[in-house]
C-alpha cells in the first residue's frame, strides 16, 4: 500500500467519517460478565495416514505414545522392539468450550501435527481427552480429520496448497463436564465494554434506565457496569435479551493511528490532527565495501600470495524538502503532505514517531 493510496482512501471515506456515529446494539458494544469461553486442549494420535506420517526415528514421544496406548489396549510388545512407522501422528487437539455447553453436546476441534508428518490428510483421530487449565476433563475428541489443503510431488518437484498439517473436525468432541455459572448471583449482573471509555459507560447506563427504570444500571467504572436484573431464571433470561438489543450511541474514539512495521500499512481515523510544525525529508544512503586485491611473488621466487582488501566507503545524499503545516491539519491534509514529499509507507512510521515525540501528533500512535 502506497501513500497515494492511503490518500485516495482518506478524500473517499472523509465524508463518511466525518458524520456522527449510529447507535449500535448494545451486545456490539459489551459483554455480560460470567458469559465466556473456556479454552481446551488435549495431545493425541492420529492414525491410517497414506504413508504421511511422522518419521519414529526422529519423533521418539510419538512411538511412546503408541506403545502406551497398546499397552492400555492389553498388546505388550517384546522388550527392544524398534517400531518403524509411516502411518501415525502426534497432534495437538484444540477447542473452545461455549458458554453454558451441556454434556452430551457436540463442539468442532482443530488438529495440529506435532512432529514432521508431511500431511494428516485421510486421518483419523482416535479418542483423546480434551483439558482445561484447571487439568480437568471436559470433553472427548474421535473423528475423521478433514484437511484443506493439498499437494503433490513427483520427479523432484512439489506443489503445495495451504497447510497440509493441520485440519478440523466437525462436532467430533462430546462436552463431558459443564462449566458452573454464577450469571445472576446476587440479583445483578455486569456489563463489560469492549474498549475502555467513561462517556460510552455513562451513555449506557442511561439508556438501561431509561428502559427500565432509574437505579437499575450503575456505572462502577469506565468499564464494568452493574446492572440488577429479575431473581427468576426465565425472567432474567427474557431481561437479558432486552438488554443487549439496546441501542446505544458511543462515544467518538480517541484519535488513533496504527502503523504495521512489516507490511508498511497506515491506517488513521478522522479524528487525526496535527499541530503548527516543518517535516523536512531527505535520502541518506551509505554504502560500504571492501576492494579486494591479490599479490603474487615473482616466478620462481619464494613467497606466497597475499590478499588484501582496501575498504572503500561512499555516502550519497539527495536533496532534502520541507515542508509547513498549519495547525489543525486534518487526515486528508497529513496524508497529502507525506505524499508530496515522496514519503515511503516507512518514512511515514519514522516520521510520525517523530512528530509525536516533538508533541506535534495529536493522537495515540500504535505500532504493530
Same mark, same amino acid.
Given at each position: 500500500?502506497?501513500?497515494?493510496?492511503?490518500?485516495? +482512501?482518506?478524500?473517499?471515506?472523509? #465524508?463518511?467519517?466525518?458524520?456522527?456515529? %449510529?447507535? =449500535?446494539?448494545?451486545?456490539?458494544?459489551?459483554?455480560?460478565?460470567?458469559?465466556?469461553?473456556?479454552?481446551?486442549?488435549?495431545?493425541?494420535?492420529?492414525?491410517?495416514?497414506?504413508?504421511?506420517?511422522?518419521?519414529?526415528?526422529?519423533?521418539?514421544?510419538?512411538?511412546? /505414545?503408541?506403545?502406551?496406548?497398546?499397552?492400555? @489396549? !492389553?498388546?505388550?510388545?517384546?522388550?527392544?522392539?524398534?517400531?518403524?512407522?509411516?502411518? $501415525? *501422528?502426534?497432534?495437538?487437539?484444540?477447542?473452545?468450550? #461455549?458458554?453454558?455447553?451441556?454434556?452430551?453436546?457436540?463442539?468442532?476441534?482443530?488438529?495440529?501435527?506435532?512432529?514432521?508428518?508431511?500431511?494428516?490428510?485421510?486421518?483419523?483421530?482416535?479418542?483423546?481427552?480434551?483439558?482445561?487449565?484447571?487439568?480437568?476433563?471436559?470433553?472427548?475428541?474421535?473423528?475423521?480429520?478433514?484437511?484443506?489443503?493439498?499437494?503433490?510431488?513427483?520427479?523432484?518437484?512439489?506443489?503445495?496448497?495451504?497447510?497440509?498439517? $493441520?485440519?478440523?473436525?466437525?462436532?467430533?468432541?462430546?462436552?463431558?463436564?459443564? $462449566? *458452573?455459572?454464577?450469571?445472576?448471583?446476587?440479583?445483578?449482573?455486569?456489563?463489560?465494554?469492549?474498549?475502555?471509555?467513561?462517556?460510552?459507560?455513562?451513555?449506557?447506563?442511561?439508556?438501561?434506565?431509561?428502559?427500565?427504570? #432509574?437505579?437499575?444500571?450503575?456505572?462502577?467504572?469506565?468499564?464494568?457496569?452493574?446492572?440488577?436484573?429479575?431473581?427468576?431464571?426465565?425472567?432474567?433470561?427474557?431481561?437479558?435479551?432486552?438488554?443487549?438489543?439496546?441501542?446505544?450511541?458511543?462515544? =467518538?474514539?480517541?484519535?488513533?493511528?496504527?502503523?504495521?512495521?512489516?507490511? !508498511? /500499512? $497506515?491506517?488513521?481515523?478522522?479524528?487525526? &490532527?496535527?499541530?503548527? +510544525?516543518?517535516?523536512? %525529508?531527505?535520502?541518506?544512503?551509505? /554504502?560500504?565495501? *571492501?576492494? &579486494?586485491?591479490? /599479490?603474487?611473488? #615473482?616466478?620462481?621466487?619464494?613467497?606466497?600470495?597475499?590478499?588484501?582488501?582496501?575498504?572503500?566507503?561512499?555516502?550519497?545524499?539527495?536533496?532534502?524538502?520541507?515542508?509547513?503545516?498549519?495547525?489543525?491539519?486534518?487526515?486528508?491534509?497529513?496524508?497529502?503532505?507525506?505524499?508530496?514529499?515522496? *514519503?515511503?509507507?516507512?518514512?511515514?512510521?519514522?516520521?510520525?514517531?517523530?512528530? @509525536?515525540?516533538?508533541?506535534?501528533?495529536?493522537?495515540?500512535? =500504535?505500532?504493530?
Amino acid at each position: 500500500m502506497n501513500l497515494k493510496t492511503i490518500a485516495l +482512501c482518506a478524500a473517499l471515506l472523509g #465524508p463518511l467519517m466525518a458524520t456522527t456515529a %449510529h447507535a =449500535e446494539r448494545l451486545k456490539d458494544l459489551a459483554s455480560i460478565g460470567g458469559v465466556r469461553q473456556n479454552q481446551l486442549s488435549g495431545y493425541g494420535l492420529v492414525v491410517g495416514l497414506d504413508g504421511t506420517g511422522d518419521q519414529t526415528t526422529q519423533t521418539p514421544f510419538t512411538v511412546q /505414545s503408541i506403545m502406551a496406548m497398546l499397552q492400555q @489396549k !492389553g498388546i505388550s510388545l517384546p522388550a527392544g522392539t524398534q517400531l518403524q512407522l509411516k502411518n $501415525v *501422528a502426534a497432534v495437538m487437539v484444540t477447542t473452545s468450550l #461455549p458458554a453454558f455447553a451441556q454434556p452430551g453436546q457436540t463442539i468442532d476441534v482443530t488438529v495440529s501435527s506435532m512432529g514432521n508428518a508431511k500431511s494428516l490428510r485421510g486421518g483419523t483421530l482416535l479418542m483423546t481427552p480434551l483439558q482445561g487449565a484447571d487439568g480437568q476433563v471436559y470433553a472427548m475428541a474421535q473423528g475423521n480429520v478433514l484437511v484443506g489443503g493439498a499437494g503433490v510431488s513427483g520427479g523432484g518437484a512439489q506443489v503445495q496448497v495451504n497447510q497440509l498439517s $493441520v485440519g478440523r473436525i466437525s462436532a467430533s468432541a462430546t462436552v463431558e463436564r459443564a $462449566v *458452573a455459572s454464577n450469571l445472576g448471583a446476587d440479583n445483578q449482573v455486569k456489563l463489560e465494554l469492549n474498549t475502555t471509555d467513561f462517556a460510552t459507560a455513562s451513555r449506557v447506563v442511561e439508556a438501561v434506565n431509561d428502559k427500565f427504570g #432509574p437505579g437499575i444500571a450503575t456505572a462502577l467504572d469506565g468499564r464494568v457496569i452493574r446492572v440488577r436484573v429479575p431473581s427468576s431464571s426465565d425472567q432474567r433470561v427474557s431481561f437479558l435479551g432486552i438488554l443487549e438489543s439496546l441501542d446505544v450511541k458511543p462515544a =467518538e474514539a480517541a484519535a488513533k493511528i496504527i502503523l504495521n512495521a512489516r507490511t !508498511g /500499512s $497506515v491506517v488513521m481515523n478522522r479524528a487525526v &490532527t496535527l499541530e503548527p +510544525c516543518a517535516i523536512a %525529508h531527505g535520502n541518506l544512503s551509505v /554504502s560500504i565495501g *571492501a576492494d &579486494t586485491q591479490v /599479490s603474487q611473488p #615473482p616466478a620462481g621466487s619464494f613467497g606466497s600470495t597475499a590478499v588484501t582488501k582496501t575498504p572503500q566507503v561512499s555516502v550519497k545524499k539527495d536533496a532534502g524538502k520541507v515542508i509547513m503545516l498549519n495547525g489543525g491539519a486534518s487526515l486528508a491534509e497529513v496524508v497529502k503532505a507525506m505524499n508530496a514529499i515522496g *514519503a515511503t509507507p516507512q518514512d511515514l512510521l519514522a516520521i510520525l514517531q517523530a512528530l @509525536k515525540a516533538a508533541g506535534s501528533l495529536r493522537a495515540e500512535l =500504535e505500532i504493530i
